[in-house]
């Protein structure tokens, strides 16, 4: 299957290509020619794992990788998680569920996608006959960071770079990336908010100075954002997968519509859920949950995007971003895959800060999409809720999620099953969620842990127990500007044996 490019670029001949370049020339995302049905195969998707799952729905795009190999991959990736469970899904009241995406390594519903990245960029790169270094760049709001750190660490051939806004994640993420082991890494504070990383990531990418003197490194860039379509193919598989499990607990009928809320930052999560719907996946309507930083809510209900305003610091850090960049894929699809169109309005975005939608595109935007937004209150109130009255712990993230999902349930007034996507474990905001449902705010985030864990007999992960006594590897913190330079240093270093 060949890749286009959002902005009319020259199409990549297959996903290997797409993977391993990441970013279209024209600094475009790639997205696929078509979309394949796979609605007739539901039934037959009841019966496999999720590693078979995955295997299957990724294959339709990736027709030129073994499928064996994909398969293994898939098992190996899958296997890391808690129970062997990808993406268990928890019953929390008569409508509504939770899909658990943060068993894996780094507790958060990004190891989905990159415990699989390497295997397909690696034999992307194969595949397309890609001699030099991979260097993967990384702009993180928190959890990308770790979990693509974890995921390519020692990995032969490849380097990777993670930028995160210094002063905008939890101290147990800061913790997590700062402590990383792995001779091929490098972990970077930006001074700024996480657009501010993304941009400089996108800069670079786009530079023709710096692609001269990586190529004299021979080295040759690619990401592990969900700009990759790499990372983002393998979120699709998980509203197929709770899908299936909803099926076969007999919550639904094979067929039968169901909603899906996704806390939304920079996107991808909810995207992958809409390509899943165009690939025949039974859902009615997919809510986009925002925190204090609106700029999406505010988008959907009026049609225009305007990141002009003001920027939160928010409990659910992740989610504090103003341009979207996942957003491109979906404006590319509701202007009927119009290129120049879509490359002016990102040219607008840039210039602007703004752009807008007509009036048959918003038509189709709020077709198949609700959204709202939690602010900070609300988001406490809905922790501690959730807690008291129904047992569950969660993170702010996940809050902000099943505020706004009840939000819809009444608005739409409707029975349908509503799976809410829950995206960090609660131990990796230790601090606001004890303040939520115990009521007090502990300062070092390991004795909120602690206090967490006696408060609600839920055990600490040993993920965040072991973070205490790891050394700090990566302190370096830099204006956006110098991006360029670090990373052409780290570049011409050595990976030590």
């Known amino acids: 299957m060949k890749f286009i490019s959002t902005r009319g670029a020259a199409a990549a001949e297959n996903a290997a290509q797409a993977i391993t370049k990441g970013l279209a020339d024209d600094g475009g995302l790639f997205v696929p020619e078509s979309f394949p049905s796979v609605k007739d195969d539901l039934k037959n998707m009841l019966s496999m794992d999720y ?56 507790l958060a519903f990004k190891d989905i996608a990159l415990t699989l990245l390497p295997y397909l960029l690696r034999t992307g790169a ?48 800061k913790l997590q990336m700062c402590t990383q082991e792995g001779d091929n890494v490098k972990v970077v504070g930006v001074k700024g908010n996480f657009d501010d990383c993304q941009t400089a990531v996108k800069k670079i990418f786009t530079s023709s100075e710096v692609a001269a003197e990586l190529k004299n490194e021979n080295v040759v860039l690619s990401s592990a954002n969900s700009i990759n379509f790499g990372r983002l193919v393998p979120q699709v598989v998980y509203y197929f997968s709770a899908y299936c499990d909803l099926v076969n607990a007999g919550e639904i009928a094979l067929g039968d519509e169901i909603d899906f809320t996704v806390p939304t930052g920079n996107f991808g999560n909810i995207l992958a ?62 202007c009927d895959r119009d290129s120049a169109l879509t490359a002016n309005r990102m040219s607008e975005l840039k210039k602007t800060g703004k752009y807008s939608l007509d009036k048959d595109e918003k038509a189709a935007l709020i077709k198949d999409f609700y959204a709202g937004y939690c602010d900070e209150e609300e988001c406490l109130s809905t922790m501690a809720e959730c807690f008291d009255d129904l047992g569950y712990l969660c993170d702010p993230h996940t809050a902000v ?51 967490l864990e006696s ?5 600490i992960p040993k993920q965040i127990s072991e973070l205490k006594t790891k050394p700090k590897r990566f302190t370096d913190v830099i204006d956006k500007a110098d991006a360029a330079k670090e990373v052409l240093r780290f570049a011409a270093e050595k990976i030590r044996k």
């Open 51 to 106: 590693a078979e799952r995955a295997a299957f729905i990724i294959g339709k795009f990736l027709g030129e990788y073994d499928k064996g190999g994909l398969y293994s991959a898939c098992q190996k990736a899958y296997s890391q998680f808690e129970d062997g469970d990808a993406a268990p899904v928890v019953k929390i009241d008569d409508n509504l569920f939770v899909l658990e995406l943060f068993h894996g390594p780094t």
């Open 126 to 173: 194969d595949i397309g006959g890609v001699k030099e270094t991979i260097l993967i760049l990384v702009a993180t709001s928190g959890d990308t960071g770790k979990a693509a750190l974890e995921g390519f660490k020692n990995q032969q051939g490849v380097k990777i770079c993670v930028f995160y806004p210094s002063e905008g994640v939890s101290d147990m993420q």
């Open 401 to 451: 999620a099943l505020k706004v999902a009840g939000d819809y349930s009444v608005y739409s007034d409707s029975n349908r099953k509503m799976v809410v996507l829950s995206t960090a474990s609660p131990y990796k905001f230790s601090q606001n969620v004890l303040k939520a449902v115990g009521g007090k705010f502990v300062k070092d985030a390991f004795d909120a842990a602690k206090e």
């Open 455 to 459: 408060l609600s007999a839920a055990p």
């Open 273 to 334: 859920g809409y390509y899943a719907k165009k690939m025949g996946l039974p859902v009615k309507k997919l809510v986009c949950a925002s925190n204090s930083n609106n700029v999406l809510t505010e988008f959907f209900l009026s049609g225009t995007y305007d990141a002009n305003r003001e920027f939160f610091k928010t409990m659910s850090p992740s989610m504090d971003i103003l341009i979207s960049s996942n957003l491109e894929r979906l404006i590319f699809e509701l």
